[in-house]
């Protein structure tokens, strides 16, 4: 195990985030701020509880998974992209470094940025809103391992993608949609059908599900369901990295 | 004869577009050598460095790396060769510390090393460890380039036309520090399309042509039997046509009748210069100056090429 390999990457990509430090911290915490102005203060109040939570409460984890996701997606695909951009990718193809140790160095470090990025979102949350959590330990196992399979799946972006729109099509005109149609601001309970049958097909629904029923014990779906999808979704990431190291695909011409 | 370090056998590649890169090539390499891929662009020299780093997957063929294969033992081959590339292909926003260091951990050895420091001394580089590579120039980009591929202390190097674009003091810099890398024994094996680079540095000399490896051959010998030489003649008075007398040397006018260009064979028992000369002056032909220099890269793929259909 090339541990030394791994650990280059992971400290490469860390500091590439320390390097912006300043906008790394800055705008999660001023996007969240700004979305409890909004809905929390100035919407959130004209707003029913759901589910006998309190609306400004309700949406700290959709809007955390919000920013997990796209940020999982975004740090782990520059983070491959750029050196097939810049041409230093001729470094790692030819270090004795593995796949899945590569994978490890730059889908550890996305997942260490996104998770913490996540406790700050958490943290700024808890200044607007009154929190509780019912179950710690699994809103940090959800909150890992969606970070993971987002990562793993930002990776296969960065490879796939062969110029910067291509690497922003999918955070920006995929993810985003699916979140904001995924649960992240209501219970899908409030939609009306078949709007509500159509929203099961939507990945992100069990995500956020899965997320808030860590915070309240409740979520719109049922939390093994949650936790299944998930976990497939981190195994089919994993699968189609394999393909592509076998391959070369978009790797090695 | 010891074992080679390096031993590709039968490999080639078709991109999938069709194009034919690499066609089924042979090679051994010996341990301690310098070894010179010559050919012009787009020859597949390139294409055959990648194969062997592992950059791009072959189409067919085996590399073996001191008893290694590239493919089975990917960690053990890997770990004994450093790649310089042919384009300056750097992050920017790193130090140029942090990016040897990196490369050394990339390869699986610690960090913390005093080689660090004498590679970067030895190419000047250690005064400017703590600048951006941005700030640096492109001749210093380069050394940052080869102390990244020596920073895990391989034993093969390979240097992918190490002085194209590249200055005069930086080209002997680099030439020194080949000579001095094998002097410390490593192998180095180095693509390039100056002949003189070749001649300069390298113990044997592949050529290589249209993805087809031509000939490999000790440098002395390779360069004797190409030894086809120009003198060029610089002439007091532009000539309009050559004289018929001079029809029995193989000359031609060029830059508008201003010069005489002789052709002939360095390795002959008689170059057929002094009669040259003496005819010259009978004709009452006055010249300024007398150049000679080794044929083109292009003439000797010309012979190479002929002798091979000629064969």
Redesign the interface.
Known sequence: M?T??I???Y??EM??AL?TLWQSLVTPVLTTSLYFIVFGGAIGSRMQNVGGVDYGSFIVPGLIMLSLLTQSISNAAIGIYFPKF???I?????????AMEMVLGYVGAATTKSVLLGLIILATAAFFVPLRIEHPGAMIAFLLLTAIAFSLFGFIIGVWAGNFEQLNFVPALLITPLTFLGGAFYSIDMLPQPWRTVSLFNPVVYLVSGFRWSFFGKGDVAIGVSLGVTAGFLALCLVIIAWIFKT?WRL?? | MTEPILTVAGVSKTYDSGTVALQPTDLAINRGEIFALLGPNGAGKTTLINIICGIVTPSSGTITVDGHDAIREMRQARRRIGLVPQELHVDMFETVLATVTFSRRLFGRSGHSDYIEQVLRDLSLWDKRKAKIMELSGGMKRRVLIAKALAHEPEILFLDEPTAGVDVALRRDMWKLVHKLRAGGTTIILTTHYIEEAEEMADRVGVINQGKLLLVDDKDALMQKLGKREMDITLSEPMADIPAALSEWDVSLAEDGRRLRYVFDATAERTGIPSLLRKLADLGIGFKDLETSKSSLEDIFVDLVADKVAA
């Open positions: 090339n030394h390999g650990w280059a990457i400290r490469f500091a590439r390097r810049t041409g230093t001729y470094e790692l193809l030819s270090a004795p470094i593995s070369g090695k011409n």
